[in-house]
């Protein structure tokens, strides 16, 4: 029997993680190995943890904090998917604002349980527009200094780094991207895959199956600044128990998220790093995801319902360079005309607004 392999994919907010995870459970299911996912997030109520549930493979949530912070509830979980369905591939989601995985994830896997795990090389995924941004390359919003610290760091401890959304760039940008990356961070494999129309993901996940984790030096962080990047990104989560009569659950998502989308935007430049949302009916097993990726982006829907309903659980989930309690009233206040619109009741289930409290690993190990 082979030792299972553990695959971290990371990358900063919005970059497309969920999706490439249920991409690369779906090309190693059929291998036929089993899978197993780990969804993270600094508190409950997940958009993400919805959408894995919800694709048959077995699943497990670390909340209150990043896989460095809660080191012994991310082996916890290993454990428990073992129990349930004994992986030959874990997949592991680590939060879209954390870095130094490397040194506090990676290395005391290696060190404390490399007979249990085999380690893939760390993916950091991309978003192309963003990424051009950051790099200089095209004009248009970033965010403040110390944020885009924690997005330099994750770059620069990825063994793989994976420009999604190529399907976004003309051929020319594209290449001028990649090769600008490969210039910023030598040590790093730039690879460039489409996730929505399946393009170059085999070559990737082909890597991630047989391909080890590189042995560089522990890159060095400032974890004051790397505190106070994360401490500027308001975080909103909230969920509602939605009933009416039956209504078209799609056009409510994409709706509420427009709504959301220019309350935020006219009121100030928020800096929106990720917002998403899923529709769960109460019968059946359907769901709807939308989604919008920073603040001049557009809401897109990943998944529809195939007909109405008169019952669900709603999910909301926002990041942004804000305060996260005008963040969550802007949430609750377009909730309740969404609600007003399509003739619904809500009842809060979860509700949570908060900045990340500074990072605090369980190990550092130092190579």
Not at 34 to 49: A, E, K, M, P
Not at 103 to 123: H, K
């Amino acid at each position: 029997m082979l030792t299972p392999r553990y695959i971290m994919i990371g990358g900063f907010l919005g970059a497309g993680k969920t999706t490439s995870m249920l991409k690369a459970a779906e090309y190693f299911s059929s291998q036929g190995l089993r899978v197993g996912l780990i969804s993270n997030d600094q508190s409950q109520g997940l958009v993400d943890t919805n959408l894995l549930s919800s694709s048959g493979f077995a699943t497990q949530e670390i909340s209150g904090g990043c896989f460095c912070c809660r080191f012994p509830s991310l082996l916890q979980a290993s454990e428990k998917l073992e129990q349930e369905a004994r992986p030959d591939v874990y997949l592991a989601e680590p939060v879209g604002s954390c870095t130094d995985l490397v040194a506090t994830v990676v290395y005391p896997l290696e060190q404390m349980y490399g007979a249990r795990y085999r380690i893939a090389p760390l993916s950091v995924l991309v978003d192309p527009i963003r990424a051009q941004r950051f790099l200089g390359l095209l004009e248009g919003k970033t965010f403040s200094p110390k944020v885009n610290y924690i997005y330099d760091k994750q770059l620069q401890e990825a063994d793989l780094i994976v420009v999604n959304k190529k399907e976004l760039l003309d051929p020319s940008s594209l290449e001028r991207l990649t090769g600008a990356l490969a210039q910023r961070y030598p040590n790093s494999e730039v690879l460039t895959v489409s996730v929505r129309n399946s393009e170059g993901l085999s070559q990737w996940f082909s890597k991630l199956e047989t391909s080890q984790s590189n042995r560089r030096p522990t890159m060095e962080v400032d974890y004051q600044v790397y505190a106070e990047g994360e401490a500027m990104l308001g975080w909103v989560n909230m969920s509602w128990s939605i009933s009416g009569s039956e209504f078209d659950g799609n056009r409510l998502l994409v709706e509420l998220l427009e709504s959301i989308h220019r309350r935020l935007v006219g009121a100030e430049k928020f800096g929106i790093a990720h917002l998403k949302a899923t529709l769960v009916p109460d019968q059946g097993n359907d769901l709807a995801v939308a989604n919008l990726v920073r603040e001049d982006g557009q809401v897109e829907q990943a998944y529809w319902l195939v007909e109405g309903l008169a019952s669900g659980e709603l999910t909301v989930n926002l990041r942004a360079e804000s305060d996260p309690q005008v963040l969550g009233k802007a949430v609750e206040e377009c909730l309740q005309k969404a609600c007003q619109q399509f003739r619904l009741s809500a009842v809060e289930i979860h509700s949570s607004a908060f900045r990340p409290l500074p990072p605090q690993p369980t190990h550092r190990l130092v190579r």
